[in-house]
C-alpha cells in the first residue's frame, strides 16, 4: 500500500509539472485540417472577431496591406509593429487566412485595441460595440496613417536624392535632370474606397448642375418597407439607395438666364425657383465592396428596434446597372446613330456606348438581374465570368463574388456577431478562390454550406470584384504590350 501511495505521489507531481509547463490539454491542441483560427472573445469582442474574420476572407485588402506596410521593412525597431495600425492588421489577417504558421487554435486579437488607443480610439472590449462602426474605425485609421506618410523625399535623405528609382525617361528637370523619388504608397487607396455621385437636373428646363462626387467606405442601405407576398432583395436595397427624388424650391441659374433674355434691358428679374431631381449613383466602384444593411428602425414612441427580415442575396453581384455614366452630349449621339442605329444608347461609360439604366431595360433582362446575382454554376474554375450566362444583356464589367457574411443575433440592446467566410486557398494553388464556407463565432469554427450562408440574416456583406473573360483577354495584351 505504501508503495502505491509513493506512485500516486510521482503521478500526481508529474501532472502538475506538466500542466505549468504546457497549459490545459484543452488549449493546446492544434487545429483541425481545411479550418481557420477562432479569436478568443476578451469579453464582448465579437464585433471585432467577426470584422477580422470577415476581413481576412478578403485577399485584395491583405495584398494591399502587405504593399502599403512594405515601406515599414527598412525599419529595425522591433516595436514597430506596436505603432502602426496597418502592420498589427496585416499580421492578424495573414494569421487568420493561414498564410502565417501557426498551429494555435484560437488567437488573441487585443493588440489591435492596442494599436487604436495609440489613434486616439477608446474601445473597451467589456462594452457592446458595433461591427460597422469598427470598420469605419479601421479605414479611417488607415487613412490617417496614410496622410501622415511624406509625399516627397526629405531634403536630407542623400541616398534617396542621389540614386532616384524613376529613370530619365520618366520623367526629368530643367536643371538637374532626374527629380528626386516620391513613394507611390501614399497614392493608392485601400481597395474599399469608392466615390458617390450627386446628380441634380431641373425638371423645368432639364438644365444639369455639376455631378458632385463624394468618398465612400461601404454601402449603408436602408431596408424598404416589403410588400405582401414578395421576397426582399439586395436589388431592392440598391435601387432604394439610387432611386431619384425631388427637392423643391431650388434656385435654378438657367431657368433665371432664360427669364431674363425674355425681359426688357435694365428690369430687375427674381431667382427662378423651380424643382430639381436628385439621384445617387456610383462613380467608382471599388475593388472590395462592403454593404451595410441598416437593421436600426425606431418605433412610433421614439425606442429603438430591430429588423429581422431575411434580405436575399447571391454569391454573385452585378452592379453594372448602378454605376454613373457620363451622358452624351447631342452631337455624340447623332454620330453614333449615323454609325449603327441599332446600337444607340443614351449614356457612354469610357467613350464607349453601353445600354440604358435599368429602368429601360427589357422585363427579361431585369429578372435576370434581379437580386444582382446569377448561379454559382456560372462561375469556372479559374474565376472569370462567362459572357454565355447572360445571353440576352451585354457582359458584366463589375461583377462582385461573395467572400463574407457578418450576422448579428439578438435585439438593439444585446446580441452576438457571427461570421460566414470562404475557407483560405490551399497553398498548392494561393490564387484560386475555395468553395467551402465556414461559420465562425468567436473560438468556435466549423464548416457551413452555401446554401445556409445564403439564408443567414446579414448585416455586413464583404464582396470582391472579379473579371469576366474578356476583361482577362484585354488584361494579357496589356501585359504583352
Not at 487585443?110 to 473597451?124: A, D, F, G, K
Not at 525617361?169 to 487607396?189: A, E, Y
Not at 427674381?270 to 472590395?288: A, D, H, I, S, Y
Not at 452630349?329 to 454620330?335: I, L
Amino acid at each position: 500500500m505504501k508503495n502505491w501511495g509513493v506512485i500516486g505521489g510521482i503521478a500526481a507531481a508529474l501532472a502538475a509539472g506538466i500542466y505549468v509547463l504546457w497549459g490545459p490539454i484543452t488549449e493546446r491542441k492544434k487545429r483541425r485540417k481545411g479550418l481557420v483560427p477562432g479569436l478568443l472573445n476578451l469579453g464582448n469582442t465579437c464585433f471585432m472577431n467577426s470584422l477580422l474574420q470577415g476581413l481576412s476572407a478578403c485577399p485584395s485588402f491583405i495584398k494591399w496591406l502587405e504593399e502599403f506596410t512594405a515601406q515599414y521593412k527598412t525599419d529595425q525597431n522591433q516595436s514597430t509593429e506596436h505603432q502602426y495600425l496597418s502592420l498589427t492588421l496585416l499580421h492578424l489577417l495573414r494569421a487568420l487566412s493561414c498564410q502565417e504558421v501557426t498551429e494555435d487554435d484560437v488567437l488573441d486579437a487585443s493588440c489591435l485595441l492596442e494599436v487604436l488607443r495609440m489613434y486616439r480610439w477608446q474601445i473597451s472590449s467589456f462594452e457592446e460595440q458595433d461591427a460597422h462602426e469598427l470598420f469605419h474605425v479601421l479605414t479611417s485609421s488607415l487613412e490617417d496613417e496614410r496622410e501622415r506618410q511624406s509625399r516627397v523625399t526629405h531634403l536630407f535623405d542623400v541616398h534617396s536624392l542621389e540614386q532616384p528609382e524613376i529613370t530619365q525617361k520618366q520623367i526629368s528637370c530643367r536643371t538637374r535632370g532626374s527629380l528626386p523619388p516620391m513613394s507611390n504608397h501614399w497614392k493608392s487607396q485601400h481597395p474599399f474606397h469608392g466615390r458617390l455621385t450627386s446628380n441634380m437636373v431641373c425638371k423645368h428646363c432639364e438644365h444639369q448642375s455639376p455631378v458632385r462626387y463624394d468618398t465612400f467606405d461601404s454601402l449603408s442601405l436602408s431596408i424598404p418597407a416589403a410588400m405582401w407576398g414578395r421576397p426582399m432583395t439586395l436589388d431592392h436595397c440598391l435601387h432604394h439607395f439610387i432611386s431619384s427624388e425631388s427637392v423643391k424650391d431650388v434656385v435654378c441659374d438657367n431657368c433665371t438666364k432664360i427669364q431674363a433674355e425674355g425681359t426688357l434691358h435694365g428690369q430687375s428679374i427674381e431667382n427662378q425657383r423651380t424643382t430639381f431631381v436628385k439621384q445617387l449613383k456610383l462613380g467608382k466602384l471599388p475593388q472590395c465592396l462592403c454593404i451595410h444593411l441598416q437593421r436600426l428602425s425606431w418605433s412610433n414612441q421614439g425606442t429603438p428596434l430591430k429588423r429581422h427580415e431575411h434580405v436575399q442575396f447571391n454569391e454573385f453581384l452585378i452592379m453594372d446597372i448602378y454605376k454613373y455614366h457620363i451622358p452624351v452630349h447631342k452631337s455624340s449621339q447623332n454620330d453614333l446613330n449615323q454609325k449603327n442605329p441599332e446600337e444607340t444608347t443614351s449614356e457612354t461609360k469610357d467613350g464607349t456606348a453601353v445600354k440604358p439604366s435599368d429602368a429601360e431595360q427589357p422585363c427579361s433582362t431585369k429578372s435576370l438581374l434581379m437580386n444582382g446575382a446569377c448561379s454559382p454554376s456560372f462561375l469556372m474554375t479559374s474565376g472569370t465570368f462567362p459572357l454565355t450566362a447572360f445571353p440576352e444583356c451585354s457582359s458584366p464589367v463589375y461583377l462582385y463574388r461573395l467572400m463574407a457574411v457578418v450576422v448579428h443575433h439578438g435585439d438593439m440592446h444585446s446580441g452576438h456577431f457571427v461570421t460566414y467566410r470562404r475557407s483560405p486557398p490551399s497553398p498548392k494553388n494561393p490564387l484560386s478562390i475555395s468553395n467551402q464556407w465556414l461559420w465562425i463565432s468567436d473560438d468556435t469554427v466549423r464548416k457551413a454550406s452555401l446554401q445556409e450562408v445564403l439564408s443567414s440574416s446579414a448585416y455586413l456583406l464583404f464582396y470582391e470584384r472579379v473579371h469576366s473573360r474578356v476583361q482577362h483577354q484585354s488584361l494579357e495584351l496589356r501585359a504583352e504590350e
